[in-house]
């Protein structure tokens, strides 16, 4: 039911309105904050969801003239200059100032459970043709994403733009400098350590940008058959592991900037460099994304000389965290396959494989960036759980 307002006051010299709920419940609500947040015509563009009053005109001591009760579903506020607004009650009880309140529309944005894993990781799989086509399977693969990091789709077509599909699903992918996707594969002359046979240390990609790309796709089409197993680790059930083991690395970890470079040719030449900490916190000091791969962490290192070895021994740490057999899955990509993971959380590797002339193992990769991820994900939401 949608709530119902029992009775409406001003407090605080009128520079506060309470508002006592029918359920018994009490929110109070700042004036100045009210007044921002007029929903009328002259104050806010509703086509646009956008506020049209400038903060040059918001008088911040503003106090309420006069408060009333429209009926239990919306009050009305006159103020000092005979403006006036009013306000759903629903609309209101959404924007209560309560911690609780403010929790549940936190979690309503932004999702921010996480189910942390190791290597008992069951890893979640969903056919890729139910994504693309019901979008309560859609919905189900992001929200997936979004709190375990990591998400296999399975039965795609084994062969290159599948992923373009996908793109167009979520809205559009993230053009790099390697290009809108990109062949994993052997290649003579490799501008990137991944265009070989050889064994890839767990890392994330691209923390050489100063915005890195926030979920990865990963599509085999063609895959070897010695060798070659994806390895995918938890940075943020690892990072809480280095914080209570060793307080001190972490807060090296999450101080300290570190050099990338990333110089080459692709989809365009390029000379990218940027300056990133190895974790990234909240203000709650919780991680919030793993910018870490050994490739391309410069020479260049722009720190005092004794900060060094401390440096080198934490991220030691934190590494040997990460390849430690209880925090490490290992999963053989088949063709057809699309590993989709969180790109700011989830460090992805790959076993070596045999060298050879023709190409045995061959993925499409593509990145998409999380805000758009996240809006797919929010409209989805609407249309599956018909929410407003």
Same mark, same amino acid.
């Given at each position: 039911?949608?709530? *119902?307002?029992?009775?409406? /006051?001003?407090?605080?010299? %009128?520079?506060?309105?309470?508002?006592?709920?029918?359920?018994?419940?009490?929110?109070?609500?700042?004036?100045?904050?009210?007044?921002?947040?007029?929903?009328?015509?002259?104050?806010?563009?509703?086509?646009?969801?956008?506020?049209?009053? !400038?903060? /040059?005109?918001?008088?911040?001591?503003?106090?309420?003239?006069?408060?009333?009760?429209?009926?239990?579903?919306?009050?009305?506020?006159?103020?000092?200059?005979?403006?006036?607004?009013?306000?759903?009650?629903?609309?209101?009880?959404?924007?209560?100032?309560?911690?609780?309140?403010?929790?549940?529309?936190? *979690?309503?944005?932004?999702?921010?459970?996480?189910?942390?894993?190791?290597?008992?990781?069951?890893?979640?799989?969903?056919?890729?043709?139910?994504?693309?086509?019901?979008? /309560?399977?859609?919905?189900?693969?992001?929200?997936?994403?979004?709190?375990? @990091? &990591?998400?296999?789709?399975?039965?795609?077509?084994?062969?290159?733009? /599948?992923?373009?599909?996908?793109?167009?699903?979520? @809205?559009?992918?993230?053009?790099?400098?390697?290009?809108?996707?990109?062949?994993?594969?052997?290649?003579?002359?490799?501008?990137?350590?991944?265009?070989?046979?050889?064994?890839?240390?767990?890392?994330?990609?691209?923390?050489?940008?100063?915005?890195?790309?926030?979920?990865?796709?990963?599509?085999? &089409?063609?895959?070897?058959?010695? @060798?070659?197993?994806?390895?995918?680790?938890?940075?943020?059930?690892?990072?809480?592991?280095?914080?209570?083991?060793?307080?001190?690395?972490?807060?090296?970890?999450?101080?300290?900037?570190?050099?990338?470079?990333?110089?080459?040719?692709?989809?365009?030449?390029?000379?990218?460099?940027?300056?990133?900490?190895?974790?990234?916190?909240?203000?709650?000091?919780?991680?919030?994304?793993?910018?870490?791969?050994?490739?391309?962490?410069?020479?260049?290192?722009?720190?005092?000389?004794?900060?060094?070895?401390?440096?080198?021994?934490?991220?030691?740490?934190?590494?040997?965290?990460?390849?430690?057999?209880?925090?490490?899955?290992?999963?053989?990509?088949?063709? @057809?396959?699309?590993?989709?993971?969180?790109?700011?959380?989830?460090?992805?590797?790959?076993?070596?494989? !045999?060298?050879?002339?023709?190409?045995?193992?061959?993925?499409? %990769?593509?990145?998409?960036?999380?805000?758009?991820?996240?809006?797919?994900?929010?409209?989805?939401?609407?249309?599956?759980?018909?929410?407003?």
């Amino acid at each position: 039911m949608s709530p *119902a307002v029992r009775k409406v /006051e001003a407090s605080g010299e %009128g520079r506060f309105i309470c508002v006592q709920w029918e359920d018994g419940s009490e929110s109070s609500y700042p004036c100045v904050w009210l007044r921002d947040s007029c929903q009328c015509p002259l104050c806010f563009l509703p086509s646009a969801g956008a506020r049209r009053l !400038p903060l /040059e005109d918001l008088d911040v001591n503003i106090a309420v003239k006069q408060v009333a009760l429209a009926d239990s579903k919306k009050i009305s506020i006159t103020w000092p200059d005979e403006h006036t607004s009013e306000y759903e009650a629903e609309w209101l009880k959404k924007r209560c100032f309560s911690e609780e309140a403010r929790a549940i529309m936190r *979690a309503d944005l932004f999702l921010p459970e996480r189910q942390y894993w190791g290597s008992d990781l069951q890893l979640p799989k969903i056919p890729f043709e139910e994504i693309m086509y019901n979008d /309560e399977s859609a919905y189900k693969w992001l929200c997936t994403l979004k709190k375990v @990091g &990591i998400v296999l789709l399975t039965g795609a077509a084994a062969r290159q733009g /599948e992923l373009i599909r996908l793109g167009h699903r979520i @809205g559009f992918l993230r053009l790099t400098f390697y290009g809108p996707t990109w062949q994993v594969q052997d290649k003579a002359d490799a501008n990137n350590v991944a265009y070989t046979t050889g064994r890839l240390c767990l890392h994330t990609d691209y923390p050489v940008l100063q915005h890195p790309p926030g979920v990865q796709f990963l599509h085999c &089409i063609k895959q070897t058959a010695a @060798g070659g197993e994806s390895e995918v680790v938890d940075g943020f059930h690892v990072s809480n592991k280095l914080k209570k083991q060793n307080p001190e690395a972490y807060q090296i970890l999450t101080s300290t900037t570190v050099d990338y470079t990333d110089v080459g040719v692709d989809y365009c030449g390029f000379a990218v460099h940027c300056k990133q900490r190895i974790i990234d916190t909240d203000s709650r000091g919780q991680a919030t994304r793993i910018n870490y791969n050994n490739a391309t962490r410069d020479t260049v290192f722009d720190i005092p000389a004794e900060k060094v070895r401390p440096f080198y021994a934490a991220l030691k740490e934190f590494n040997d965290l990460l390849n430690s057999p209880e925090h490490k899955f290992t999963y053989k990509l088949k063709p @057809g396959d699309i590993l989709t993971f969180d790109n700011w959380r989830v460090l992805h590797g790959r076993q070596s494989y !045999p060298s050879c002339p023709d190409v045995t193992r061959h993925l499409e %990769g593509a990145y998409a960036d999380w805000d758009v991820v996240m809006s797919r994900l929010q409209l989805l939401r609407k249309m599956v759980l018909n929410r407003d």
